[in-house]
């Protein structure tokens, strides 16, 4: 399969063993479905009572040793190539079923559950009440609420990010303004009328743009001073320039913010968010030598509500840890952040992203797939490295108690139990193939637990955007490990989960709010949700 050899290797067992079981069907017959969109909708449709599946090798007669398999079926018209990036192949217990893409459609078949038994390597789940087979599941939509987000000068400018405080308020970025949305008690967001931009010194930036009232850490107006200790610039004349932050982080009691800029990883800027302007700027250096970093995170889960001037740096080759202070406790006055520890690994490492558990814990991607843990004493060598599937990761998330791990790639998300003592495999979850059609087959964005800052409590769900859709699975029913489907190799897929309505736009960016703005159970948790031009609560 050239390119797929990986593939092939895992799967060539089951199908050979499948092209067998499909034999078998010559007698029994197999039903063949095919998903027709409907607007927003879409039904499944019978195009065969009779269908007869089979698999043939394309290398059979070329004499290559590789296997190159694909899937044949007359009744649909499908030849389809055994690549589960392009078959999004998933098998389904439940309804003796498995569907899969075949020229940008979605097909289905329903199986006998003897034929199922053969073709899966498991007999089907049992069920107790009556079900119909290819009946298009409903959709829990939960309530959403719309809320303007004031944009006079930004006009069309689209929403980049969402910056989620565990205090009073919530940041939302477009380019180098943000808007400043209130936490409520009792969950949802309010907006708070108050906007500002950051703009580098260097680019004439004193305050910048935007709003000249300074904001305290409730969100409200007052007379704010730089903090004590800080190495702010002079206030400098307002320039019209404008920069992109790349990643943001809130530090030191949400007063401040850490921002890295897109176009220079040599340098971080330090925001104080009370006077509303960047304060200081310094450059990422090692030995004298400038170090380029492409992403940052809070030393834990609950650093951000600390006063913690230290924060973790990453780039494809380096994991290491920053110090805004001096060794003698002052802020910094020398151009260059303190290189406090870490390492620059061989090359090939290709991180991508990082997340931290509320003691320390850091959990690693890259791109190709595997998953990295390291302890919060030591960033020279990773305690163990987990295998993926080979997508490359493009975000990460970490529960609290670091007992669980969620990397997110571009059409899976994959959750990962730390302590290893399970054998019933690392469960992905995705989407239903019919919901990729639903979403564009857009990749996911960035996948994240329900927030929590303190032991005894536990994430409850899981949350992540798909094109214009948000979608949200059970995390309690993932780790009981109640999946009812199994993905191509035979990796265990949760596949019940809530699509919300389709939006207009595309989601940008998905925060759960803080565990503290949860109703009194619990059992309602509040969700951010940004697409280009509108912010959404769901709960």
């Known amino acids: 399969m050239g390119a797929n050899q990986s593939d092939t290797a895992e799967a060539q067992e089951a199908l050979t063993d499948a092209e067998i079981a499909a034999q078998g069907a010559l007698a029994t017959g197999v039903k063949l479905f095919s ?11 019978q195009m065969s009572g009779s269908a007869r599946p089979r698999f043939r090798d394309a290398n059979e007669d070329s004499g290559k040793k590789a296997k190159d398999w694909y899937l044949e079926i007359e009744a649909g018209d499908i030849d389809a190539r055994v690549d589960n990036k392009q078959m999004n192949y998933i098998g389904d217990s439940a309804a003796t079923r498995v569907t899969f893409n075949s020229r940008q459609k979605i097909f289905g078949e329903e199986l006998g559950e003897r034929l199922f038994t053969r073709m899966e390597g498991h007999a089907p789940m049992e069920v107790d009440n009556e079900k119909e087979v290819y009946r298009t599941p409903e959709r829990t939509h939960k ?8 944009s006079d000068e930004e006009e069309g400018v689209p929403i980049n990010s969402i910056l989620v405080g565990a205090g009073d308020n919530n940041f939302v970025q477009r380019g180098s303004r943000f808007s400043v949305m209130r936490n409520q008690a009792r969950g949802g967001l309010e907006d708070a009328h108050i906007q500002f931009t950051l703009t580098p010194s260097r680019m004439g930036g004193g305050s910048g743009g935007g709003s000249s009232t300074p904001l305290n850490a409730r969100g409200t107006p007052s007379r704010g ?3 004590r200790g800080s190495a702010a610039s002079a206030p400098m004349p307002a320039s019209t320039s404008k920069f992109t932050p790349g990643k943001m982080l809130l530090a030191q ?4 913010m850490n921002l890295l ?3 220079n990883k040599n340098v971080v800027h330090h925001a104080d968010i009370e006077t509303q302007r960047i304060v200081s700027t310094w450059n990422f250096q090692k030995d004298g030598v400038d170090v380029p970093i492409t992403d940052i995170a809070t030393d834990s889960k609950s650093a951000q509500m600390e006063d913690n001037s230290t924060f973790l740096g990453l780039d494809s080759n380096r994991l290491c840890r920053w110090d805004l202070r001096t060794s003698a406790g002052v802020v910094s006055s020398s151009p260059v952040v303190d290189y406090v520890s870490g390492k620059d690994f061989a090359r090939g490492t290709n991180f991508t992203c990082m997340a931290t558990s509320g003691d320390g814990f850091v959990a690693v991607g890259s791109k190709d797939g595997k998953v990295r843990l390291y302890s919060n004493k030591s960033l020279t060598k990773a305690n163990s490295a987990i295998p993926g599937l080979g997508a490359p990761i493009t975000a990460i998330d970490v529960t609290y108690d670091g007992k669980w791990v969620l990397a997110t790639t571009d059409s899976y998300l994959m959750v990962i139990k730390t302590t290893f003592d399970t054998d019933k495999g690392t469960p992905s979850i995705g989407l239903k193939p019919e919901d990729v059609v639903r979403t564009g087959s857009k990749p996911f964005t960035k996948a994240k637990f329900t927030w929590i800052t303190e032991s005894g409590q536990t994430e409850r769900l899981i949350a992540v955007g798909a094109g214009n859709c948000t979608v949200i699975w059970n995390f309690q029913q993932i780790k009981l490990g109640t999946n009812e489907a199994m993905s191509f190799g035979g990796m265990p897929t949760n596949m ?16 759960f709010l803080h565990s503290r703005f949860a109703d009194a159970d619990g059992e309602r948790t509040p969700l951010a949700v940004a697409t280009a031009h509108t912010l959404y609560t769901v709960d």
């Open 253 to 256: 009691n949400e007063r401040r």
């Open 261 to 263: 800029e897109a176009d």
């Open 225 to 227: 001073t730089p903090l």
């Open 496 to 511: 019940n989960y809530s699509l919300s309505q389709a939006k207009t736009d595309d989601v940008v960016d998905s925060s």
């Open 35 to 45: 998903y027709v969109q409907e607007g927003t909708n879409g039904a499944w449709k």
């Open 143 to 150: 309530r959403e609420t719309v809320l303007d987000v004031d």
